[in-house]
């Protein structure tokens, strides 16, 4: 069965500083992985995702991913961090072929010093 | 644009009551999910949907049922509601997460019982 690990509950930044939420998954077969933004009191909406084609992914506000099988690790990364990233984070793996669930990590949640 | 309606946005139920957390999606998705959110703990799946008819238990089903008689509407029913599913539910739906589709997520809805 697919899963996914968050490590660090809480991750810390100056704003302008490099942001960096780390993601590993594990599953039987090549993964197709996401990220999800969650800002307070409201649903989750997609960051960006990994389907097997370019292994650096790039999405909205700037965040990108790179999808490492040797790792099995799908970190997120800003270059500069900016107060309005402040939220939570959520990795997420679903399996190719017939697997029908989307399996969430624990969550990471970012601030940002000013 | 609708996407993923949840209702009610909040709730207060009194241990032992019953109730039933409704979704509609407009997008014509095959696939919907019921999550609940727990401080630290990410989101754990109730339940899926694969489509009309069809559905499945996620990782945390207990306490909990499901419907799916159309392709919109995908209703979460607590029977005997217990403190342990005070949380915050979010329904999801995706056209095929198995071929790498994103969910689209409702607002949530809190749910307190006491």
């Known amino acids: 069965a697919q899963s996914v690990t968050q490590l660090g509950s809480h991750v810390s930044v100056s704003e302008g500083a490099l942001v960096l939420l780390r993601c590993n998954y594990s599953?039987?077969?090549?993964?197709?992985l996401f990220w999800y933004v969650q800002y307070p009191n409201q649903g989750l909406q997609l960051l960006l995702k990994?389907?097997?084609?370019?292994?650096l992914v790039k999405g909205i506000n700037g965040f990108e991913a790179e999808f490492k099988k040797s790792e099995t690790s799908f970190h997120l990364t800003k270059p500069s961090a900016h107060m309005s990233d402040a939220a939570e984070y959520f990795c997420?793996?679903?399996?190719?072929?017939?697997?029908?669930?989307?399996?969430f990590g624990s969550g990471t949640r970012l601030l940002v010093r000013p | 644009n609708a996407g993923v309606t949840q209702t009610p946005k909040f709730r207060i139920l009194k241990i032992g009551q019953s109730m039933t957390l409704q979704c509609t999606q407009d997008?014509?998705?095959?696939?919907m999910y019921w999550y609940r959110q727990d401080p630290g703990m990410g989101l754990k799946l109730i339940y899926y949907?694969?489509?009309?008819?069809?559905?499945d238990k996620g990782e945390v089903p207990n306490g909990y049922n499901v419907s799916r008689s159309t392709t919109e509407d995908f209703p979460l029913r607590l029977e005997l509601a217990a403190p342990s599913q005070t949380s915050v539910y979010f329904c999801?739906?995706?056209?095929?997460?198995?071929?790498?589709?994103?969910?689209?997520f409702g607002q949530g809805t809190r749910l307190t019982v006491v």
């Open positions: 949907s694969v489509g009309a008819g069809i559905t």
């Open positions: 990994y389907t097997s084609a370019a292994t």
């Open positions: 999801a739906s995706s056209q095929n997460p198995g071929r790498g589709t994103e969910a689209f």
């Open positions: 997420a793996v679903s399996r190719s072929g017939s697997s029908y669930k989307l399996i």
């Open positions: 997008m014509n998705h095959n696939y």
């Open positions: 599953s039987s077969v090549p993964p197709y």
